[in-house]
């Protein structure tokens, strides 16, 4: 092996055939190695030899890949000035395109006591308990890959756990199950075409940790809400563990469901790593450079701002915080193929100070950068830092995970006071969070569960959360669900109960797919999936939480399908205009409200009630009618004057427990509803 100075940029660990390139950011380090690991575990250092700004770097010839490697850091420690470099500690790279193992909990990954961070470095050697980064093969047959560039309007989101997804499907081969390869095996891409979803946002596969906490009480970091590693596919969902084996893995999954023209969006991490705060690891970037990659509190001693709630916060003001995102992000969509990312915790990147700044920055460099200003762009809009609720603020360009969609459809279906007005605007595409902003509708990504949270079983089924099974934890997750369990906790025999759920859940997919906006729904929710109530399970990796195929519920699934299909024939319910008043006229934005006896209401008329029955006027190339009805009784409903002449068809009734099939009654004048049931009409030509 010859050692030369090398390049550095790219940064990371990049392979020309003959050797390999080193190239890592630290602006603290007084020198640099690369620690190269054999198949037996022995380490071998090697000094960087060269130095361009900020950034060591060295050519290995001879190294190439599946070589695992690391890196140490000779630096300052000096915790009370934010400094953690102790050359003990092996680290990760943070552009590393591939990890193998896992990290072995150990004391000696600690830098200090944390009771006592004063106190000398803890200089026990960490090489035999990390995890390795590891040198990757680019090369793949990508078989003319062409992106399916989903119009957003034409969008509907599956929200899907990798593993979860595919653990327990008898269809998909053992050995691929809980993998990437079962994601893309066809019975698993067949269930996702014939829902009419158009997207999977798969939870976080940015390589992650398990917490120690957690392995300790034999539980997983399920959710993956723990990187340490931006650029590199979670190992362990590959089915071939092989050193680098998930970059393929990965990219074969994105190309076989590009093929069936399903794109992928990512849910990405990078408002916090999971070295967490001052009792925390050091597995990477606090190794590197702790000040520069990490927000610090002013002041003696060393404190991590936590806006995240997970100990500590990427300094995302920092130049070569917002590189490593920028180029992470430009990673995925250029080399892996990806379509889109939600971002968790969105507000972070825009941090500037105790504020956000969405024109500068990172936002700025994603609306510049070529590649990323054209996949899709989706905010969870909120994070713990002040002023951190930032629903209908980020940029144009921009969708948001809207959670006043999720709580006002809630609490319309489950019968609370004032809700059918907040219903409506929700409808509508929100304008009260959009419109004076000279958004769209299609700004708003509505759903009525997610992954954190009840599933939509449980949603009907549980009023309070039951996180028993998280194991010390169970005081976590949200104590206000906005749930109603139709009047049973949990399971019965009770077939009045039941019905009343079942109704329910149709009610609020039907009311996600019709609205104004993107819609999203939870993955399993069409199985009738249940976690017995527990609306955390962020880390529970066992049968709670991984989809039961055995069980699933048939009717439910047809349903969705119909409904999604119906989304996608009409494009009365894709609209991305504010509604009009139509007057009954095809072709136009319409879309009017009425009661329940055919007279037109506006929000102001329906803010006092609690369970006014609604209709609406839909019109585009066709007249549509929707009817709500969440009240304990039936309501007979008076077509609106727009509506009487002329003949109806019922395209959709929740009341029935068969999937629609635009086969329905023919309706004139006037029409019943059974309690807690929406009905869509069509007129007839």
Same mark, same amino acid.
């Given at each position: 092996?010859?050692?030369?100075?090398?390049?550095?940029?790219?940064?990371?660990? %990049?392979?020309?055939?003959?050797?390999?390139?080193?190239?890592?950011?630290?602006?603290?380090?007084?020198?640099?190695?690369?620690?190269?690991?054999?198949? /037996?575990?022995?380490?071998?250092? #090697?000094?960087?030899?060269?130095?361009? =700004?900020?950034?060591?770097? /060295?050519? !290995?010839?001879?190294?190439?890949?599946?070589?695992?490697? =690391?890196?140490?850091?000779?630096?300052?420690?000096?915790?009370?000035?934010?400094?953690?470099?102790?050359?003990?500690?092996? !680290? !990760?790279?943070?552009?590393?395109?591939?990890?193998?193992?896992?990290?072995?909990?150990?004391?000696?990954?600690?830098? $200090?006591?944390?009771?006592?961070?004063?106190?000398?470095?803890?200089?026990?050697? %960490?090489?035999?308990?990390?995890?390795?980064?590891?040198?990757?093969?680019?090369? $793949?047959?990508?078989?003319?890959?062409?992106?399916?560039?989903?119009?957003?309007?034409?969008?509907?989101?599956?929200?899907?756990?990798?593993?979860?997804?595919? *653990?327990?499907?008898?269809?998909?081969?053992?050995?691929?199950?809980? %993998?990437?390869?079962?994601?893309?095996?066809?019975?698993?891409?067949?269930?996702?075409?014939?829902?009419?979803?158009?997207?999977?946002?798969?939870?976080?596969?940015?390589?992650?940790?398990?917490?120690?906490?957690?392995?300790?009480?034999?539980?997983?970091?399920?959710?993956?809400?723990?990187?340490?590693?931006?650029?590199?596919?979670?190992?362990?969902?590959?089915?071939?563990?092989?050193?680098?084996?998930?970059?393929?893995?990965?990219?074969?999954?994105?190309?076989?469901?590009?093929?069936?023209?399903?794109? #992928?969006?990512?849910?990405?991490?990078?408002?916090?790593?999971?070295?967490?705060?001052?009792?925390?690891?050091?597995?990477?970037?606090?190794?590197?450079?702790?000040?520069?990659?990490?927000?610090?509190?002013? =002041?003696?001693?060393?404190?991590?701002?936590?806006? %995240?709630?997970?100990?500590?916060?990427?300094?995302?003001?920092?130049?070569?915080?917002?590189?490593?995102?920028?180029?992470?992000?430009?990673?995925?969509?250029?080399?892996?193929?990806?379509?889109?990312?939600?971002?968790?915790?969105?507000?972070?990147?825009?941090?500037?100070? +105790?504020?956000?700044?969405?024109?500068?920055?990172?936002?700025?460099?994603?609306?510049?950068?070529?590649?990323?200003?054209?996949?899709?762009?989706?905010?969870?809009?909120?994070?713990?830092?002040?002023?951190?609720?930032? #629903? +209908?603020?980020?940029?144009?360009?921009?969708?948001?995970? *809207?959670?006043?969609?999720?709580?006002?459809?809630?609490?319309?279906?489950?019968?609370?006071?004032?809700?059918?007005?907040?219903?409506?605007?929700?409808?509508?595409?929100? @304008?009260?969070?959009?419109?004076?902003?000279?958004?769209?509708?299609?700004?708003?990504?509505? $759903?009525?569960?997610?992954?954190?949270?009840?599933?939509?079983?449980?949603?009907?089924?549980?009023?309070?959360?039951? *996180?028993?099974?998280?194991?010390?934890?169970?005081?976590?997750?949200?104590?206000?669900?906005?749930?109603?369990?139709?009047?049973?906790?949990?399971?019965?025999?009770?077939?009045?109960?039941?019905? #009343?759920?079942?109704?329910?859940?149709?009610?609020?997919?039907?009311?996600?797919?019709?609205?104004?906006?993107? @819609? &999203?729904?939870? /993955?399993?929710?069409?199985?009738?999936?249940?976690?017995?109530?527990?609306? *955390?399970?962020?880390?529970?990796?066992?049968? &709670?939480?991984?989809?039961?195929?055995?069980?699933?519920?048939?009717?439910? &699934?047809?349903?969705?399908?119909?409904?999604?299909?119906?989304?996608?024939?009409?494009?009365?319910?894709?609209?991305?205009?504010?509604?009009?008043?139509?007057?009954?006229?095809?072709?136009?934005?319409?879309?009017?409200?009425?009661?329940?006896?055919?007279?037109?209401?506006?929000?102001?008329?329906?803010?006092?009630?609690?369970?006014?029955?609604?209709?609406?006027?839909?019109?585009?190339?066709?007249?549509?009618?929707?009817?709500?009805?969440?009240?304990?009784?039936?309501?007979?409903?008076?077509?609106?004057?727009?509506?009487?002449?002329?003949?109806?068809?019922?395209?959709?009734?929740?009341?029935?427990?068969?999937?629609?099939?635009?086969? =329905?009654?023919?309706?004139?004048?006037?029409?019943?509803?059974?309690?807690?049931?929406?009905?869509?009409?069509?007129?007839?030509?």
């Amino acid at each position: 092996m010859q050692v030369s100075q090398g390049h550095a940029q790219p940064l990371g660990a %990049t392979d020309d055939g003959r050797g390999t390139n080193f190239s890592v950011y630290s602006s603290v380090a007084e020198k640099v190695e690369v620690c190269l690991f054999d198949d /037996g575990g022995a380490e071998r250092r #090697v000094a960087l030899p060269g130095r361009t =700004g900020d950034c060591w770097h /060295g050519y !290995l010839t001879g190294i190439g890949p599946g070589q695992r490697y =690391g890196y140490r850091v000779h630096g300052p420690w000096s915790p009370a000035s934010g400094h953690l470099c102790c050359l003990e500690k092996l !680290l !990760l790279d943070p552009y590393g395109r591939a990890v193998a193992g896992e990290v072995q909990w150990d004391d000696a990954l600690f830098p $200090f006591d944390a009771d006592h961070p004063e106190a000398p470095a803890n200089r026990n050697d %960490t090489g035999a308990h990390m995890p390795k980064s590891v040198v990757v093969d680019t090369h $793949f047959d990508w078989q003319e890959d062409r992106r399916p560039a989903t119009r957003i309007e034409d969008t509907i989101i599956y929200e899907v756990h990798v593993k979860g997804f595919t *653990n327990r499907h008898p269809a998909i081969p053992s050995e691929l199950r809980g %993998t990437y390869a079962g994601l893309a095996h066809p019975d698993a891409i067949a269930h996702l075409t014939r829902l009419g979803v158009t997207a999977v946002e798969l939870l976080p596969v940015q390589e992650f940790i398990h917490r120690r906490r957690l392995v300790a009480h034999g539980l997983h970091n399920y959710w993956g809400y723990d990187p340490v590693c931006p650029f590199a596919p979670h190992h362990a969902y590959a089915s071939h563990r092989g050193a680098g084996g998930a970059v393929h893995e990965f990219k074969a999954m994105v190309r076989d469901l590009h093929r069936a023209g399903l794109e #992928v969006i990512l849910d990405v991490v990078f408002n916090h790593t999971g070295e967490g705060g001052v009792d925390g690891p050091v597995l990477s970037f606090k190794g590197l450079d702790n000040r520069a990659y990490y927000r610090l509190e002013a =002041g003696e001693g060393l404190r991590y701002t936590d806006f %995240t709630g997970t100990q500590n916060t990427l300094h995302t003001e920092h130049p070569q915080v917002q590189r490593m995102i920028v180029d992470a992000l430009r990673y995925w969509v250029t080399e892996m193929h990806v379509d889109g990312f939600r971002f968790d915790l969105a507000p972070v990147l825009g941090r500037v100070g +105790g504020g956000v700044d969405f024109e500068g920055g990172i936002f700025s460099a994603i609306a510049r950068d070529p590649a990323l200003s054209r996949v899709k762009l989706i905010a969870e809009p909120w994070d713990l830092g002040p002023d951190g609720y930032q #629903v +209908g603020r980020f940029p144009g360009g921009w969708s948001e995970w *809207n959670d006043k969609f999720r709580d006002d459809v809630r609490d319309f279906w489950n019968g609370r006071d004032g809700s059918a007005r907040r219903l409506m605007l929700r409808f509508a595409g929100s @304008p009260d969070l959009y419109q004076a902003a000279g958004r769209r509708p299609l700004a708003s990504v509505n $759903f009525v569960t997610c992954h954190d949270g009840f599933t939509l079983r449980d949603l009907v089924s549980y009023e309070r959360k039951h *996180n028993e099974a998280n194991r010390g934890d169970e005081q976590s997750g949200h104590d206000d669900n906005h749930a109603w369990n139709c009047g049973a906790e949990g399971p019965t025999d009770d077939a009045a109960v039941n019905a #009343v759920r079942a109704r329910q859940q149709r009610n609020f997919i039907a009311t996600a797919l019709l609205a104004r906006g993107v @819609p &999203m729904l939870l /993955g399993g929710d069409e199985l009738g999936r249940t976690q017995g109530g527990n609306n *955390n399970a962020y880390c529970l990796d066992d049968e &709670m939480a991984w989809f039961d195929w055995e069980k699933a519920d048939h009717g439910l &699934m047809a349903f969705v399908s119909a409904l999604s299909a119906m989304r996608r024939a009409h494009a009365a319910f894709r609209r991305n205009d504010w509604p009009g008043r139509s007057g009954g006229a095809a072709g136009t934005a319409g879309m009017t409200w009425y009661d329940a006896g055919g007279r037109e209401v506006h929000e102001s008329d329906v803010t006092n009630d609690a369970r006014p029955p609604l209709q609406v006027f839909l019109s585009d190339q066709h007249d549509f009618l929707v009817l709500f009805n969440p009240g304990a009784g039936e309501t007979r409903f008076a077509l609106p004057p727009p509506c009487r002449h002329g003949a109806w068809r019922v395209l959709v009734d929740t009341a029935l427990d068969t999937p629609p099939d635009g086969g =329905g009654a023919r309706v004139q004048k006037s029409l019943t509803l059974a309690a807690h049931t929406l009905v869509a009409l069509t007129r007839l030509p």
